[in-house]
T-cell receptor
Framework: GQQVMQIPQYQHVQEGEDFTTYCNSS?????IQWYKQRPGGHPVFLIQ?????EVKKQKRLTFQFGEAKKNSSLHITATQTTDVGTYFC?????????????FGTGTRLQVTL | GAGVSQSPRYKVAKRGQDVALRCDPI?????LFWYQQALGQGPEFLTY????????KSGLPSDRFFAERPEGSVSTLKIQRTQQEDSAVYLC???????????????FGPGTRLTVT
């Protein structure tokens, strides 16, 4: 079945440093979504990317969708302790039937002062 | 209600017992999803409803798992004869719609943590 790989699995940064997580699929995606899950919490939607090469920004967060629609990245500038959590990408494939999201393995971000 | 609610929040079951997990989606949301999340992993798709119709159940791990949404609102995930490997957090999510080839953001509930002893 479709799989979405994320790297790194874990990253520990000092507050103020930048952070990037990468998401890769072996096949072309229809679109991709990003979610954040705080420790002990549930996934919360961040953004959806649909177009090839699309770039979207939300304050300190920048999301990119690759030209081939097989990869995506999330970059956080100047991390803060409130950014702590696990970031998941979720890929959608258009299969001709009821499509579903396949979540990546996640990148756990730890931020210390 | 403002968001998706799930009950119970925690459930401890002895191996072999049946359990029922409930999900109340956001009012008016057509689509409802169930996921299983093991510790340190991403949510894994179990099944999907559009209104009362179960359109995809390809992620249900065995015939011990059964889900329903009889009136197109509340949904129940039932696990029969629970096994230790069923221990996980079961997440429910709803979305406004789900058109083939595209997707809308999913709103997740707090989850039910199932522990099978």
């Amino acid at each position: 079945g479709q799989q979405v790989m994320q790297i790194p699995q874990y990253q520990h940064v000092q507050e103020g440093e930048d952070f990037t997580t990468y998401c890769n699929s072996s096949t072309t995606l229809s679109n991709i979504q990003w979610y954040k899950q705080r420790p002990g919490g549930h996934p919360v939607f961040l953004i959806q990317l649909v177009k090839s090469g699309e770039v979207k920004k939300q304050k300190r967060l920048t999301f990119q969708f690759g030209e081939a629609k097989k990869n995506s990245s999330l970059h956080i500038t100047a991390t803060q302790t409130t950014d702590v959590g696990t970031y998941f990408c979720a890929g959608l494939w258009h299969t001709g039937t009821a499509s579903k999201l396949t979540f990546g393995t996640g990148t756990r971000l730890q931020v210390t002062l | 209600g403002a968001g998706v609610s799930q009950s119970p929040r925690y459930k401890v079951a002895k191996r072999g017992q049946d359990v029922a997990l409930r999900c109340d989606p956001i009012s008016g949301h057509v689509s409802l999803f169930w996921y299983q999340q093991a510790l340190g992993q991403g949510p894994e798709f179990l099944t999907y409803f559009q209104n009362e119709a179960q359109l995809d159940k390809s992620g249900l791990p065995s015939d011990r798992f059964f889900a329903e949404r009889p009136e197109g609102s509340v949904s129940t995930l039932k696990i029969q004869r629970t096994q230790q490997e069923d221990s996980a957090v079961y997440l429910c999510a709803s979305s406004l719609a789900h058109i083939i080839g595209t997707a809308y953001e999913q709103y997740f509930g707090p989850g039910t943590r199932l522990t099978v002893t």
